[in-house]
């Protein structure tokens, strides 16, 4: 079974600063995708950015950027110039090449300090 | 074009009673997916419906819960006598087609319903 783990339940970052999130997940498969989702106080879920396990590129949207270690089943999302929006519930999620099914994380708790 | 609503936002149940979940999925959008997020916990998948058919429940348990998407209206999940249990938020994504190896494609959440069980 597919599992993903989030070992952060809570994190800080000063505005402006950077902030890692870490991910770690368990599959046996070869292809799949990993997203990182952010979840603010409104509840929404908001696609953060995505990547594919046959890219060895690391996914880069603007100010987010992921650290993607295949051997090392390690996703983990880099926040640069921390801003105020960007607190929220940070989710893992992992999904196989095929189906539907979405595997989530517990969720990383960013708090941003001006 | 609005995105996916879910209604109510929040619902309030007597242990016993019958909760109703509905999501109007995005504009074209044929494909519902059902998440549950329990406290401290990540969203679990429940289900995935097309229009008036169930494609995966295999996330859904076996006994109180259905879900339907008919051919006109929104989709609506159904809990038969809650329990305490039940409480958590649960939401409702679409996409326009079958995701299979469309995985680039986003899955559109809606904002949950938030229930809690007496």
């Known amino acids: 079974a597919q599992t993903v783990t989030q070992s952060q339940p809570e994190m800080s970052v000063q505005e402006a600063e950077t902030v890692t999130l870490s991910c770690t997940y368990d599959?046996?498969?070869?292809?799949?995708?990993l997203f990182w989702y952010k979840q603010p106080p409104s509840r929404q879920m908001i696609l953060v950015i995505r990547?594919?396990?046959?890219?060895?590129q690391n996914a880069t949207e603007n100010r987010f950027s992921v650290n993607f270690q295949k051997a090392a089943k390690s996703f983990s999302l880099k926040i640069s110039d921390s801003q105020l929006g960007d607190a929220a519930m940070y989710f893992c999620a992992y999904r196989r090449d095929t189906g539907n099914q979405f595997y989530f994380g517990t969720g990383t708790s960013l708090t941003v300090i001006p | 074009n609005a995105g996916v609503m879910q209604n109510p936002r929040h619902l309030v149940r007597r242990r016993g009673q019958e909760a109703r979940l509905r999501c109007s999925p995005m504009k074209g959008h044929s494909h519902v997916y059902w998440y549950r997020q329990l406290p401290e916990e990540g969203l679990k998948f429940m289900v995935y419906l097309q229009k008036e058919n169930i494609i995966d429940e295999s996330g859904m348990p076996k006994e109180r819960f259905s879900a339907e998407f008919p051919k006109e209206g929104p989709s609506i999940l159904r809990i038969q006598q809650v329990v305490r249990g039940d409480s958590a938020a649960y939401f409702c994504?679409?996409?326009?087609?079958?995701?299979?190896?469309?995985?680039?494609?986003?899955?559109?959440f809606g904002s949950g319903t938030q229930l809690s069980v007496l």
């Open positions: 990547q594919e396990a046959y890219k060895q």
């Open positions: 599959t046996s498969e070869s292809d799949y995708y």
């Open positions: 994504a679409s996409s326009p087609r079958d995701r299979g190896r469309q995985a680039n494609e986003k899955l559109f």
